[in-house]
Structures are given as structure tokens and as C-alpha cells.
């Protein structure tokens, strides 16, 4: 064995990867382009939820996150509620032993300090709050890196996020509303950064040129039933979402345009199969996308795009693709003003068709202005993002050369 492999600092990488969602793995993405280009000698590995797809994908060891695999499916059986109870007991187990195995922990992106879409507490939030009590239980450095966060109703939910942040040795965050979120839940926030996404260190593929006023349209559908709170209400919420979706990409083809239909993670498939029956057009299509490379080259493709998903908006606004957002929380909402577009948001909870429409052709008559703009924000973001990465380095890579020293948090 070499000096250098001796030394190598051994990272772990921590999050729902590798599970369909396009966004979480665009995360873990970018998170490995920066490993490699700076610290090419770290030995980086993963525990995760679909631990197959990322060692294919990324050529990374990676350990499954979940003892018991039926974790994400609903236990209705007894015997299926107690193999869930006994996966808690033996995660525990398997986190610590995973953590202590590492000199630095890195949960990369994702809004795991949030509840906007439905999550229960006993899912990742406590696999969450296992790491970071693991790290600082066997001195490991667990770093919360670009996340995002958002106010908490549920109590247990809300607990074992705000001592996971406050457990956590470093953190940063992809926008001021999720600093400004951990801040209320009673953690210290002060020395705390604020970037961007992490999924704008991505390369950029070639734009495409605009091609007019009757060009393909992008328009991206969720599987969206309200957040955390909504669960008595899901189903109506949906319907409502879906049928005001149906309508606005119907009146996009009664004006002779393309649609592209978008998703952002697999569990999205069922929305494009009911606006495809909806509207029942051969203008419209589906996207076979299934990275965030992919979503790129087809929002650079277009004309204009119009989506839900976090990371669909990254990706056309990343390319210069004028973009609205059917808004279902804050974080949409920040990232839209942050980029210059924040006037077009349009609330997912309540989509009027009309509107959205009226919305829609006014951001199109700004077309190039507004890509002009993008243009001048993304110079912005790639030099935050750049600071993100120096701090990254100086915070959990020290060496002679670095006068930052790591901050523990309280």
C-alpha cells in the first residue's frame, strides 16, 4: 500500500440516491465531479436507497440505507409493521457502524430539511438524524451541503430534522428561505452560508436557438399531492392539480404547439399518463429523460418551459430556457426571483388554466430579454458555487495550507 492511499481521507456520501429522482441524483452528481476534480485521492463510497443503480451509475461502492427493503412501501400486516419496527433497531446499528468508518459524512443537496412533499418521520429524517448523532458520537464530520429546508408542522418530523442540523458539523444552504427555516426551528444559524443548488455546477449542455413564437413547449408534470400536512386532502389536491395541468397543455396545442411532458422522478409517470389521455394529442409527447443531463438538452431544445419539479426549473433556467414555475413551495419561489423570473409563479395547489396561460404567453413575449438575463445570473451562480466548493475544501479537507479550520456547530 501507498503513503497516499494510507492517508486517503475515506468519504461517505449520504442521502435517497439512486432512487428515481432525477434532482437527488444530479446532487450526488455534482458532489462527485468537485470530489474528483479537487480531492482525487479521497476514497468515496455510499449509503443510500438504491444502492445498485449508484455504484452502476457513478462507480462508487455503496451500501443500502434500509435494512428492511420494504421500507418505503406501506405496512398494513402485522408482520410487515414489526419487520419495519425491528429495521429501525438494526439501522441504528448500521448507520453508527457505517459513519464510524469514514473521516467525512456529506448529505449533498436536497431538500432534506424540508417537508413540502409527503414524508414520514421515521423514513429519512431518522436515518438523518442516526448520521449525524454517529458523527459526533465517533468524531466523524458530518457536513449538511447546499440543502434545502422549509418550515415543519409535524412535531416528531420537526425534531429529528432540528437536531440533525444541529448535530451536523457543517452546513450550507442552497437558498435564504431554507437558512431562515433551520433558524426558526431553534438552531444557530449564524455562521451558516448561503449558495446555490448544487446541481448548477453541472456541465451546460449547448443551448438550443429559440425557434419562435410556435415552438416546442416543455412542460414539466409531478405527482403532487399537496405537502407534508395535505395527507387528509392528497387525493382531491391531485385531481385538482391534474385536471388544471390537462387543461393548460389542451389550450398550448389548440394554438399549434408541441409539448414535451417532463418529469423529475419516476413516481411521476402516473401525471404524464393522465395528461396524455387528458389532452389525447399527437403534438403531445413524453420525455424519455432520465437524468438531469437529458431534462438539460430537452428544455435547451425549447422554446419555453413550465414545471413543478425543483430541479426541472434548474435545469431550463441552467440552459437559458425562459421558465415558469407551478409553484409548490417556497424554495421555487426564491429560486425564481433569485434568477430574475420572479413573476412568473403560478401556485401548484391551484392551477387555473387560464391564468397559467395568460402567465405563460407574457413570459414568452419577454423571451429574449429574459434569456439575456439568465445569462447574466448564471455567471452569478457559478461564482457562489465556486466559494461553495473553496469553503467545502477549507471546512473538511484541511491541511497546512488551510487557515479555516473546521466549525462545530451547537
Known amino acids: 500500500m501507498t503513503s497516499a492511499n494510507r492517508t486517503a481521507v475515506r468519504v461517505g456520501v449520504c442521502g ?28 468515496v463510497d455510499a449509503l443510500c436507497s438504491g444502492p445498485e443503480v449508484v455504484t452502476a451509475r457513478y462507480g462508487i461502492p455503496a451500501t443500502r440505507l434500509h435494512w428492511n427493503r420494504g421500507e418505503y412501501r406501506t405496512a398494513s400486516r402485522a408482520g410487515a409493521i414489526a419487520a419495519k419496527g425491528l429495521g429501525k433497531l438494526v439501522d441504528a446499528f448500521r448507520v453508527a457502524a457505517w459513519v464510524r468508518r469514514h473521516d467525512v459524512v456529506i448529505v449533498p443537496g436536497t431538500g432534506v430539511l424540508e417537508t413540502t412533499l409527503p414524508l414520514r418521520a421515521w423514513g429519512f429524517p431518522y436515518s438523518m438524524f442516526l448520521l449525524c448523532v454517529a458523527g459526533r458520537l465517533f468524531g466523524t464530520k458530518v457536513a449538511l451541503v447546499g440543502v434545502g429546508g422549509d418550515a415543519i408542522g409535524h412535531r416528531p418530523t420537526r425534531a429529528l430534522v432540528r437536531w440533525s442540523a444541529r448535530l451536523a458539523a457543517y452546513r450550507s444552504y442552497r437558498d435564504a428561505v431554507s437558512r431562515d427555516a433551520v433558524r426558526a426551528m431553534g438552531v444557530d444559524t449564524a455562521r451558516d452560508e448561503v449558495y446555490s443548488d448544487l446541481v448548477f455546477s453541472l456541465p451546460t449542455p ?36 391534474l385536471d388544471g395541468m390537462s387543461r393548460f397543455v389542451r389550450a398550448l396545442v389548440e394554438d399549434g404547439r408541441p409539448v414535451r411532458l417532463l418529469i423529475g422522478d419516476e413516481l411521476d409517470m402516473p401525471a404524464v399518463d393522465a395528461v396524455l389521455d387528458a389532452v389525447d394529442s399527437p403534438l403531445v409527447t413524453a420525455s424519455e429523460a432520465s437524468s438531469l443531463a437529458d431534462l438539460m438538452k430537452e428544455t435547451a431544445a425549447a422554446d419555453a418551459v413550465v414545471a413543478a419539479r425543483y430541479h426541472n426549473l434548474i435545469c431550463a433556467l441552467k440552459v437559458g430556457t425562459p421558465a415558469l414555475a407551478v409553484s409548490y413551495s417556497a424554495k421555487s419561489d426564491a429560486l425564481m426571483a433569485q434568477m430574475g423570473l420572479g413573476a412568473y409563479c403560478h401556485p401548484a395547489r391551484e392551477v387555473d388554466a387560464d391564468r397559467l396561460l395568460e402567465q405563460f404567453r407574457a413570459l414568452e413575449q419577454r423571451s429574449a430579454e429574459l434569456r439575456r438575463t439568465l445569462t447574466e445570473r448564471n455567471q452569478v451562480v457559478a461564482r457562489r458555487l465556486e466559494d461553495q466548493f473553496t469553503a467545502l475544501t477549507a471546512a473538511l479537507f484541511p491541511t497546512t495550507d488551510h487557515t479555516h479550520a473546521l466549525r462545530e456547530a451547537p
Open 16 to 43: 435517497v440516491l439512486g432512487a428515481g429522482n432525477l434532482g437527488n441524483d444530479g446532487s450526488l452528481e455534482a458532489l462527485l465531479g468537485y470530489l474528483r476534480a479537487e480531492h482525487p485521492e479521497a476514497a
Open 206 to 241: 449547448q443551448a438550443g436557438v429559440p425557434e419562435g413564437p410556435q415552438g416546442p413547449v416543455c412542460v414539466g408534470v409531478m405527482a403532487y399531492y399537496g405537502s407534508n400536512d395535505d395527507r387528509a386532502r392528497a387525493e382531491e389536491i391531485n385531481r385538482r392539480y
